[in-house]
């Protein structure tokens, strides 16, 4: 949808189960001295302002990254990329996860993201024309049936959705299924929000059938407000990479330590 602008979301803890699981997976894979492609299907606007009025608004951040980030370890891939964000777009930026990657690749590896929000996209492309970027305006599922298998070869797709086109949760399961047998030997990782109501349950179901060997990592929060419909974060990787496990159940320890009274 054109009206979906991550500024009012970015650094919430959703953010936090998904980019600290970007981070390690990227510093697991460029530890092998060969090429990455990253493909990204809903990239926003790569780098974002805490301090812009529309993160202030929601608070978001204030209880996401500001209470998370003390709980992972100073040498954890994430706290590196948070760190290194900060010293290059000053100490309220907040990475999304085009950076993120930008951030934990390398030379000679290659980067394409999609996004179709103009504004969002123009923003993509003022920061990313110093990464060496592919950006694409673009229905990112199109991109990633266009690109796919990519080269290089060996690499990962993100997807993450805003989910406010309500056909997402059904076509999703076919769109990766799809991806899979063009790339199979791709990591594909999907995000998705815990919704009360539970209208993420069909497609993760789908997804568990579809690929029986995949990883699902599930974490829950508190909503962000009153009447916010989100009350946790999920992630779904197609090839998940040796290690992910134990890294996941370190981010299970983590979150409930949040929950933990202060």
């Known amino acids: ?50 301090d812009a009025d529309e993160a202030i608004k929601t608070g978001e951040a204030a209880a996401g990254i500001a209470l998370a980030e003390a709980l992972f370890p100073a040498d954890h891939p994430y706290r590196q990329r948070l760190a290194e964000a900060r010293a290059g777009y000053g100490a309220r930026a907040y990475p999304g996860s085009p950076l993120i990657a930008a951030l934990g690749l390398r030379e000679g590896d290659t980067i394409h993201l999609a996004d ?7 923003h993509l492309r003022a920061v990313a024309k110093d990464w060496g970027a592919h950006v694409y305006q673009q229905d990112g599922f199109q991109l990633a049936q266009a690109i796919t ?15 406010e086109v309500k056909a997402d949760y059904e076509a999703i399961p076919r769109q990766m299924a799809a991806i899979h047998r063009k790339w199979n030997v791709g990591i594909l990782i999907l995000w998705y929000p815990i919704l009360r109501g539970g209208a993420q349950g ?33 992630l779904f990787v197609v090839n998940p990479p040796y290690g992910l496990a134990g890294e996941f159940a370190a981010l299970t320890k983590r979150f409930q330590a949040l929950s933990k009274p202060r």
């Open 116 to 122: 179709l929000h103009p504004l969002e996209v123009a």
């Open 1 to 50: 949808m054109l009206s979906y602008q991550h500024l009012y979301h970015a650094g919430n803890l959703a953010d936090v189960h998904k980019h600290a699981t970007l981070a390690w997976v990227l510093d697991y894979l460029t530890q092998k001295d060969k090429p990455l492609s990253y493909i990204e299907t809903h990239a926003g606007r790569g780098v974002y302002d805490l």
């Open 149 to 163: 298998p990519p080269t290089p070869r060996r690499g990962m797709l993100l997807i993450d959705p805003s989910y």
């Open 202 to 234: 069909p497609m993760v179901r789908a997804l568990e059938d579809a690929f029986p060997e995949g990883l699902k990592h599930e974490v829950r929060f508190p909503p962000a407000r009153d009447g916010h419909r989100m009350e946790g974060s999920g």
